[in-house]
């Protein structure tokens, strides 16, 4: 059976964090626009971020994902991407507090208590750190070192285009601990606080985020900073990557879903040559293949996560969506940044900006060309069989 409808709760949840992003989001869009027309740091600033988070906890909308014994909501995977949807109908990139990377949940219980705990509720902010200047997709050829001396270990390595790398309290930090196993069991996760002595700069990009650079040079942390098992650390790498590979072409189905919109109002409203631009097939061709696009892409985004839902190797499913999102949502952008004209390229309208954020989605967590891979090595060597995704 193939069931296309929502329950209950999720068409409610669907509807508040609509209510929401609405209501308290959206109206902060032009003031942002404005800032950062003016040369100042792009997105919402911290105390926004704060002031947001808090409103919604207060409506008990807090750990989307963190399961209820860690006081979250503990929601499930296609509820997780309806929300993601909802938020990317703003440009400005917003996530409700209450939220720890998934492979915290391996600490055990002592760093629960310094790290898992308090990255939950907000206290101390965490970043993931295996990128390096040599070593992007093809993450196993990581050289970051790390060697152990006496009780701790100490580690030495660049990393690389890190999320959050300026503002972080602690590190997940790869290193390599034994060269001979490389990424097959010679690779450890450590918790690096920032006051063991890394140092982080940031890099300028063309949109939204600010990733930074990390200089671990000498940084010493006890072995009790291990998370997980040492040399068991590329698998927590590729859990981390893997889990939530689904929520980004969620959000950008969310912006897209916006901009037709914001199309649609526009073509019907500026004219030429004595009529509404929605009356000429151009226009109505790239609102008809956005619309089938984005449809596509929903079903596509909500197959995965239901796959997750299901316990079952969402894999294959996560990666179709991510590629079809990105490249997708970066084609729609143009054609709604086409029908808006001259308008459309201003910074008087966000369409720009999604134009510069979108590109994104199709470089990090896995580019365009690492998912492909993943998708015909999948067929190739026989994990997934051509047409039996709905088994
Ligand atoms: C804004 C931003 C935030 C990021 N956040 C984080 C973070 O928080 N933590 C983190 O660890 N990393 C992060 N990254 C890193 C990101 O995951 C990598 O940039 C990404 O995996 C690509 O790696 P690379 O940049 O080294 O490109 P490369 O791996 O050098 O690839 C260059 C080009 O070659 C192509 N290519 C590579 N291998 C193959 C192949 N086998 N076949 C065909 N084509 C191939 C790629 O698709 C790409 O087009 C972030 C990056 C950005 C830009």
């Not at 000429?280 to 609102?287: E, F, K, L, N, V």
């Not at 294959?316 to 940044?337: C, P, T, W, Y």
């Not at 989605?361 to 998708?375: A, V």
Request: glycine share 10%.
């Amino acid at each position: 059976m193939v069931d296309f409808g929502l329950s209950e709760e999720q068409r409610e949840i669907r509807a508040w964090v609509r209510t929401f992003v609405e209501r308290e989001i959206m109206p902060l869009e032009n003031d942002v626009l404005r800032r950062e027309r003016g040369g100042a740091a792009p997105g919402l600033n911290a105390d926004e971020v704060r002031g947001l988070r808090e409103l919604a906890r207060k409506s008990d909308f807090w750990g989307v994902q963190t399961p209820v014994e860690y006081g979250g909501m503990g929601l499930d995977a296609v509820t997780a991407a309806l929300i993601e949807a909802e938020l990317g109908r703003t440009f400005l990139t917003f996530k409700f507090g209450g939220e720890a990377d998934n492979i915290l949940f391996h600490a055990d219980e002592e760093q629960q208590k310094r790290y898992l705990l308090p990255t939950i509720s907000g206290e101390r902010r965490s970043c993931f750190a295996i990128t390096e200047p040599g070593a992007g997709s093809d993450a196993k050829a990581i050289r970051a070192r790390a060697v152990k001396d006496g009780s701790e270990w100490v580690i030495n390595g660049e990393k690389t285009f890190i999320t959050g790398g300026c503002e972080a309290d602690f590190a997940l930090v790869f290193a390599v601990t034994d060269p001979d196993l490389g990424a097959d069991g010679g690779v450890t996760c450590f918790l690096a606080d920032r006051e063991s002595g890394w140092t982080s700069q940031p890099i300028d990009t063309m949109g939204e985020r600010r990733p930074a650079s990390l200089v671990f040079d000498g940084v010493r942390v006890p072995e009790a900073n291990v998370l997980g098992e040492v040399g068991r650390g590329f698998e927590l790498a590729m859990q981390w990557i893997g889990k939530g590979r689904y929520l980004l072409p969620a959000r950008a189905l969310g912006g897209c879903e916006r901009m037709l919109q914001m199309s649609i109002d526009y073509a019907q409203t500026r004219r030429t040559f004595g009529a509404a631009i929605a009356e000429r097939q151009a226009i109505q061709w790239m609102i008809a293949d956005s619309e089938t696009e984005i449809e596509a892409l929903r079903l596509l985004v909500l197959h995965a996560a239901w796959q997750v839902d299901q316990g079952r190797d969402s894999r294959h499913a996560q990666s179709i969506a991510k590629l079809f999102g990105g490249v997708k949502a970066n084609e729609i952008v143009d054609r709604m940044m086409q029908i808006h004209g001259g308008m459309g390229y201003t910074r008087e309208l966000p369409i720009e900006r999604w134009y510069r954020d979108l590109r994104l989605l199709r470089i990090f967590e896995g580019t365009d060309e690492i998912q492909r891979r993943t998708i015909a090595r999948d067929l190739l060597k026989g994990r997934v069989t051509v047409g039996e995704t709905l088994r």
